[in-house]
């Protein structure tokens, strides 16, 4: 468990990680090695995975955002999930309980680019005994872990 200081500044990071440390310092009340120390902690604890840039695929030209829920031939899927780990539209892939073994999150430039990807990728290549895909209309909540 991290302590209440610690969670201060893993709150402060996630607000942007690129804060100084001097500032992070400052508004916790302590020095600047001793915020280093504690990030290389919560580092070594794998409290912290990774700092990151996040993206506004819009701005690449991703406008359509979709969910595959793929049920996978149960004998082949290991063999799918290597394949689809290939995939790069492919942004975030779980296995999960139910009818469909596998969500995957993709990006598309447009309803045309996706149809043509399921016509032409995912059915020819993957060995998927059923799926449904849903279309991404409106983003409510778009979150991660908070502390």
Do not use: W
Not at 105 to 128: A, K, M, Q, R, W
């Amino acid at each position: 468990m991290v302590s209440k200081k610690d969670q201060v500044i893993l709150s402060i990071l996630q607000n942007g990680a690129r804060t100084p440390i001097s500032e992070i310092a400052k508004e916790v009340n302590l020095s600047e090695n001793g915020v280093r120390y504690r990030l290389e902690k919560l580092e070594d604890e794998g409290y912290i995975k990774n700092y990151t840039v996040l993206l506004n695929p819009k701005k690449f030209g991703k406008h359509t955002f979709a969910i595959f829920n793929l049920e996978m031939e149960p004998k082949k899927t290991n063999e799918s999930i290597k394949k689809l780990m290939q995939i790069d539209e492919f942004i975030k892939i779980y296995q999960t309980t139910g009818q469909y073994s596998i969500k995957a999150f993709g990006l598309f430039n447009d309803e045309e680019e996706l149809t043509s990807f399921i016509n032409n990728h995912l059915l020819c290549e993957i060995p998927v005994q059923n799926y449904s895909v849903e279309i991404i209309t409106r983003s409510i909540k778009d979150s991660i872990y908070y502390v």
